[in-house]
C-alpha cells in the first residue's frame, strides 16, 4: 500500500510514524513545502488534559517530548493591571520548533525521511497513491485536489505571534487600553529562556493604531509600548510575525476518493483554547487506528475515521468557536470589574460551570464574593 501525506507539521509526523509503527509494509511519502527547520510561531500548548491522550495511548511518545516542556498549574488574568490568579488551570508547553524536530526524529529513526521544499505538483496523478492525506494546515494545497465543501471565515480581531526572553510564570492573559483602543495578550514561556508572546486587537483599534502603515520595526516599538508593564523592559522578537485574522476552516466532507483531510486542513480550532496541536495529533492516532483495523480496505477505513472524530471533534470546535466569539468582544468585558472579568474569561467556552469550577479552582472561587 502507498501513502501520500502533504505537510510535515504536528499532524503528517505523527500519523507517518504511527502508520510506519503499526503497518509497517506501508510505503510512505511525506512532502513538506517549506524548508528543513523553517518554522513560523513560537510556542505550541497543552491543556493538562490535552496530554492525558498521549499517556495513555503513546507512551513513548510522550516519554520523548515531555522533559522538553514548561509546566504550571495556575492562569494569570491581568486587567487594567490587577492580577486575578485562577488555579487548577494547568497547561505545558513547548517551542514549535523543538517540537518538530522530536517528532521528526523519531519519525526518521523509524526508518522515514522527508522531502522538504517540495509541494505536489498540479500534474501529479494522485491515483497512483492507495491514500492520500491533506495535513498541510488551513491553506491546503492538498484540499484543492477534490471538493470538500470548503468554507474559510475569517474573524474580525488582528492578531501577530511575537516572541519575548521575558519568562511568564504561568499562561497570562494581559488586557490594557490606550488612546487607540483594547489591546490583549496571551504570554506564556515554551522553554526555561522564551515565551510565546500573542498580540491581538479588534479591527478599529488596529485601524487607529496605524499598523497598516508600519513597518516591522515600527510594530515592534508600539507592541512593546503597550506591553511595557507585562514585559518588564524585555524585547518582542519577531519570526514572520504579520498581522492575520484568524481562519474558521470548516469542510462538509473529510473524504474524497482516496483523499482524506487532518489537522487544520480539516478543521481550525480557536487558539485561545489551546487545542489545536492536541486536535491533529488526535486525528493522527485515530486515522492510523483505523487503517490498521480494516487493513486494505481504504474507503472502508476513511468512512470510520470520519464517523469516529467528527462527533469529538464537532464538540471541541464548538467550545472553540464560543471562546473566540468572546475575544471578538473583550473590549465589551473590559469593563467588568478585575474579578468578574476573570469569571467571564474562565467561563468563556461553556467547558467549566460553576460547579467544575469550585472543584478545580478552590481558591480563586473562595476569594471570590461572587456566590454560585
Known amino acids: 500500500m502507498k501513502m501520500l501525506i502533504a505537510g510535515a507539521g504536528p499532524a503528517g509526523l505523527y500519523l507517518a510514524y504511527l502508520v510506519k509503527r503499526q503497518l509497517p509494509g506501508w510505503e510512505i511519502r511525506i512532502v513538506e513545502q517549506n524548508a528543513r527547520d523553517s518554522t513560523f510561531g513560537f ?18 511518545t510522550c516519554e520523548r517530548i515531555t522533559p522538553e516542556m514548561e509546566t504550571w498549574t495556575d492562569i494569570t488574568v491581568v486587567l487594567r493591571g490587577a492580577s486575578v490568579v485562577i488555579d487548577g488551570i494547568g497547561f505545558s508547553a513547548i517551542g514549535r520548533l523543538k517540537f518538530l524536530q522530536l517528532l521528526r526524529r523519531q519519525l526518521e529513526d523509524a526508518g522515514v525521511s522527508i522531502e522538504f521544499e517540495k ?12 491514500l492520500v492525506v491533506a495535513a498541510d494546515g488551513a491553506n491546503s494545497t492538498a484540499r484543492k485536489s477534490a471538493d470538500f465543501g470548503t468554507t474559510v471565515t475569517p474573524l474580525g480581531n488582528k492578531f501577530a505571534w511575537f516572541g519575548t526572553a521575558k519568562v511568564f510564570d504561568t499562561l497570562t492573559q494581559t488586557f490594557v487600553q490606550n488612546g487607540a483602543g483594547t489591546f490583549n495578550a496571551h504570554h506564556y514561556r515554551h522553554s526555561a529562556s522564551m515565551s ?46 504579520i498581522w492575520r485574522s484568524f481562519p474558521n476552516v470548516r469542510n462538509q466532507r473529510w473524504v474524497s476518493g482516496n483523499t ?83 469569571w467571564s474569561y474562565i467561563q468563556r467556552s461553556g467547558r467549566i460551570d460553576p460547579e467544575k469550577l469550585r472543584r478545580i479552582a478552590p481558591k480563586f472561587v473562595a476569594g471570590s464574593p461572587r456566590v454560585i
Request: charged residues 25%; hydrophobic residues 45%; aromatic residues 10%.
Open 43 to 60: 510556542g505550541v500548548v497543552f491543556s493538562e488534559r490535552a496530554l492525558e491522550f498521549l499517556r495513555a495511548d503513546d507512551p513513548q
Open 119 to 130: 509541494t505536489l505538483a498540479e500534474d501529479e496523478n494522485l491515483r497512483d497513491y492507495d
Open 196 to 241: 510565546t508572546f500573542v498580540f491581538e486587537c479588534d479591527a478599529a483599534t488596529w485601524a487607529r493604531a496605524g499598523f497598516e502603515r508600519m513597518d516591522e520595526a515600527a510594530t515592534l516599538a508600539y507592541c512593546e509600548s503597550v506591553f511595557v508593564d507585562a514585559l518588564a523592559g524585555h524585547r518582542l522578537i519577531s519570526n514572520k510575525s
Open 260 to 342: 482524506v483531510l487532518i489537522g487544520d486542513a480539516q478543521r481550525t480550532a480557536h487558539f485561545s483554547i489551546g487545542s489545536g496541536t492536541r486536535l491533529a495529533m488526535e486525528d493522527a492516532i485515530a486515522l492510523a487506528n483505523v487503517l490498521s483495523r480494516h487493513g486494505n480496505n481504504v474507503p472502508e477505513a476513511l468512512a470510520a475515521f470520519e464517523a469516529l472524530r467528527r462527533p469529538i471533534v464537532e464538540k471541541l470546535v464548538a467550545a472553540a468557536d464560543a471562546s473566540a466569539d468572546w475575544y471578538e468582544n473583550f473590549p465589551r468585558h473590559m469593563q467588568l470589574a478585575p474579578r468578574d472579568f476573570a
